[in-house]
Structures are given as structure tokens and as C-alpha cells.
């Protein structure tokens, strides 16, 4: 193949990877008022029960800036183990962001997060967190807007 032939598959494939994050989105404040499960960390903690467990997400600053350092807290109201989570793009292919915590009780996880940005100005997260306790593995699901600048 003589190298002009590759610019339309090259094409495509930019197109592929950059059509899931386009401008598609309407106004962000419209989109957030639609979608009220998802986390506001500007309010409170996002909190998820499992297995009769709360789980808390706390996500500072609370706008969760895109490629930014971010702290993930997280809080459980019974002691678990195990704990680790890992980040997805919600609505589109972003990758997998696994995620490290670092248990500072036997009830509260710290640890780092810093993800892409997304150029539609409307991008939401799933948070995937796992733990043990004696009854077995749990997972918590979590959904917030990165670049959250609306909250209030």
C-alpha cells in the first residue's frame, strides 16, 4: 500500500476515538438538572448503601477537575477491608483508571485520582468501589461530572 492509502483509515480511526467526546452535549447546567443521581460533592458526600453498609465518596476539590491531583475519601459506617476502586467513563470508552486507597481507620480510605478530560464539557464518571467484609466482596457504584463548576 502506497502511503497516501493510509490517510482514510487514519482518518477513520481518529474520527472513532474523538466522536465519543465531542461537542455534542447540550448545556451542561441542563444536562446536571436531568440527571439527579449523580454524585454533588459540593452538597455532601455521595452516599450508596450495600449490603446494609453506607458507603461515602468524597471527592476534593469538589468540582473534580480534569487532570488535576484529586483526593478520594472514602468512609464506610461498619469496618471492611480490601478496599480499592477503579474509574470508567459512564457514557463513553475514557479507559481504566484503577485506584489506589490507603486505609486511615478502620472505617475511612484516602487515596489519589487523576483522570483525562473530555472536550464535550459534559463528562461523567462511574466509580467502581470494591470491599470486603465477613459476608463477601461488594462493589459500590458511583456517578458524578468531572469539571463540576455548577455545583452549588
Same mark, same amino acid.
Given at each position: 500500500m502506497k502511503p497516501n492509502h493510509y490517510i482514510p483509515l487514519i482518518l477513520l480511526i481518529l474520527l472513532i476515538f474523538t466522536g465519543g =467526546?465531542? %461537542?455534542s452535549a447540550p448545556n451542561v447546567s441542563d444536562n446536571l438538572k436531568q440527571? @439527579? &443521581?449523580?454524585c454533588q460533592f459540593s452538597q455532601s458526600a455521595c452516599t450508596k448503601t450495600v449490603n446494609n453498609i453506607n458507603v461515602k465518596l468524597t471527592i476534593t476539590p469538589e468540582s473534580a477537575p480534569s487532570e488535576k491531583p484529586l483526593l478520594v475519601l472514602l468512609n464506610f459506617d461498619n469496618p471492611v477491608s480490601e478496599v480499592h476502586y477503579r474509574l470508567e467513563g459512564r457514557d463513553m470508552f475514557m479507559g481504566v483508571i484503577p485506584g489506589?486507597? &490507603?486505609q486511615t481507620n478502620a472505617q475511612q480510605f484516602e487515596g489519589p485520582l487523576v483522570y483525562g478530560? =473530555? @472536550?464535550s464539557g459534559f463528562m461523567v464518571w462511574r466509580m467502581f468501589v470494591s470491599f470486603k467484609t465477613d459476608d463477601g466482596?461488594?462493589?459500590a457504584i458511583f456517578d458524578f461530572l468531572a %469539571? &463540576? %463548576?455548577t455545583q452549588s
Open positions: =467526546c465531542g %461537542d440527571q @439527579s &443521581n449523580l489506589i486507597v &490507603n478530560a =473530555c @472536550s466482596e461488594h462493589v %469539571d &463540576n %463548576d
